[in-house]
């Protein structure tokens, strides 16, 4: 199987591209700094570009994009964009890209988070996000062709991130082997229209 992990040096990303690489022959590592697989989710021209130069692959599965973490009040439209720019519109053009250049019954896996139904301070920007790509996958994931499979995992915080002692969004922190086995996981079964919750 040849997979595509994006964000593959973040908290996530990492674990998930080196539990793949020790299992699968050709996995790809890419992140926005990258040497080998550069590519900027914000730009749909990086996309394409990194697309253009990988063979055609059976999975893709994308960890990168950020939002603003900020309170309510001190929150500007322009905060609200930078989510949508990257977390949000990185991912949904990343699904438009990706299923161009994938190979058929390929799987695309996208990454929200507990924030889409769970209240935490300073993440308003960020949790809008998350509930919009789940709504995203709910419709989409109906009209991907040649059987392409669209699906997300939900991590609650990631122990090692956050003190695991301490809740966040309600939850206690949930491990990285548990939250990388529910990406490998959607990689193998048959499902379209998941949302992967762990936490
Ligand atoms: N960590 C958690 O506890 C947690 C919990 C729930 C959900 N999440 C969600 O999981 C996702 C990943 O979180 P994380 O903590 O693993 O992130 P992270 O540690 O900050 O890593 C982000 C990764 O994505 C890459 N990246 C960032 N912006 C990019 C862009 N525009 N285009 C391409 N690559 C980009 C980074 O590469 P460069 O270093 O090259 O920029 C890096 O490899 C986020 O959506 C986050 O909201 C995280």
Not at 2 to 27: C, D, F, M, P, R
Not at 84 to 102: R, T
Not at 151 to 167: E, H, L, M, T, W
Request: with cysteine.
């Amino acid at each position: 199987m040849k997979i595509l992990v994006i964000g593959a040096t973040g908290t996530i990303g990492s674990a998930v591209y080196n539990t793949l690489k020790e299992q699968y022959n050709e996995v790809y590592g890419a992140h926005r700094n990258s040497v080998s697989y550069p590519i900027d989710i914000t730009h749909k021209s990086s996309i394409e570009g990194l697309f253009k130069n990988l063979p055609k692959l059976d999975a893709v599965i994308n960890t990168a994009g950020t939002a603003v973490w900020k309170s309510f009040s001190e929150l500007s439209e322009q905060d609200y964009y930078t989510g949508i720019h990257s977390k949000l519109m990185g991912q949904i053009n990343l699904v438009h890209i990706a299923q161009e250049y994938l190979n058929d019954n390929a799987s695309i896996t996208l990454t929200t988070g507990i924030l889409a139904e769970h209240y935490e301070p300073n993440t308003t920007a960020l949790s809008f996000i998350n509930g919009a790509i789940h709504s995203f996958i709910n419709t989409a994931s109906n009209e991907l062709k040649r059987g392409i499979r669209l699906n997300a995992v939900a991590p609650g915080a990631i122990a090692g991130d956050f003190p695991n002692n301490q809740k966040f969004a309600g939850h206690f922190p949930v491990t990285i082997q548990d939250v990388v086995a529910c990406y490998k996981q959607l990689l193998i079964n048959k499902s379209t229209g998941t949302i992967y919750k762990k936490y």
